[in-house]
């Protein structure tokens, strides 16, 4: 089997915090020998989260077994979620915004036994729905946890308390015309309906503008999908949020605006 180098586009203080958080654990565990130590399995988890990594690579290149990389990376994805914060932690930070932008994304994956639910009809595809919320310039602020692909984003923002929580803190949030009907603090574009054909020189003005606000909130989900695991997930789809969490969290600290 051949072999080469690889990079992982994280700094030092992620995989620092990761590799804290491990040997933590370990610590309050009372864990005997592992395989690998703490950098190491960080590392690992690291190289499979960012990079996309197969176990069966990643087994290959740490000399470890592919159960025991599968092991070491559900351990670390479990330490991460465990500490993202929810929408009411994050709301501490969102209510100081000058807007945010709320906007869904499709992460697709692997065809699963009941496949009507993860079906988006929008996408054409097998996928969850995760929820993104971004601040004025596009930066990730949080995202939510994963739903059956076929759930409209609307639903999906209301089924998390999204529209509730940004209404009740007066968080005026730019959203798509997925979002219409939302009410509240959510703002959509105009649409046009059977009795109204043609929208007005004004509302097709509103909608430029508000195109163009919407559009920084590409830049959070992009964000988000640089960590090539969720270019497609082959695992099973109750695992998505989790991931979608220890991302987040990861995140955070690499950009070094995470809370803990």
């Not at 804290?20 to 399995?41: A, E, F, T």
């Not at 054409?124 to 990730?140: E, F, P, S, T, Y």
């Not at 590409?218 to 640089?226: F, G, M, S």
Request: charged content about 25%; hydrophobic content about 40%.
């Amino acid at each position: 089997m051949l072999s080469y180098p690889s990079t992982i586009s994280l700094s030092s203080r992620t995989l620092n915090h990761l590799a804290d958080r491990i040997r933590s654990q370990r610590q309050q565990r009372k864990s005997r020998w592992r395989r690998l130590n703490p950098g190491r399995q960080a590392l690992l988890a690291l190289a499979h989260l960012r990079n996309g990594d197969t176990y069966t690579r990643l087994a290959a290149g740490f000399k470890i077994g592919i159960a025991t990389a599968w092991r070491y990376v559900q351990e670390a994805i479990a330490l991460l979620s465990a500490v993202a914060e929810d929408l009411n932690a994050a709301m501490r930070r969102i209510r100081h915004l000058a807007y945010a932008i709320l906007d869904g994304t499709l992460i697709p994956i692997d065809r699963v036994a009941d496949q009507k639910p993860y079906y988006s009809g929008k996408h054409k595809r097998h996928g969850v729905n995760v929820q993104v919320i971004a601040d004025a310039v596009g930066r990730l602020v949080w995202a939510s946890a994963a739903l059956p692909g076929a759930t409209h984003d609307l639903t999906a923002a209301r089924t998390h308390g999204i529209i509730d929580t940004l209404t009740r803190a007066d968080v005026t949030t730019f959203a798509d015309k997925g979002y219409q009907g939302a009410r509240g603090s959510v703002r959509t574009p105009f649409k046009r309906r059977r009795f109204r054909p043609k929208l007005s020189r004004r509302q097709k003005a509103v909608n430029r503008a508000h195109a163009k606000i919407r559009a920084r909130g590409e830049r959070a989900i992009a964000t988000l999908k640089t960590w090539k695991i969720l270019i497609k997930l082959r695992c099973c789809p109750r695992r998505a949020t989790a991931i979608v969490q220890a991302i987040l969290a990861l995140h955070h600290v690499e950009a070094n605006r995470y809370p803990g």
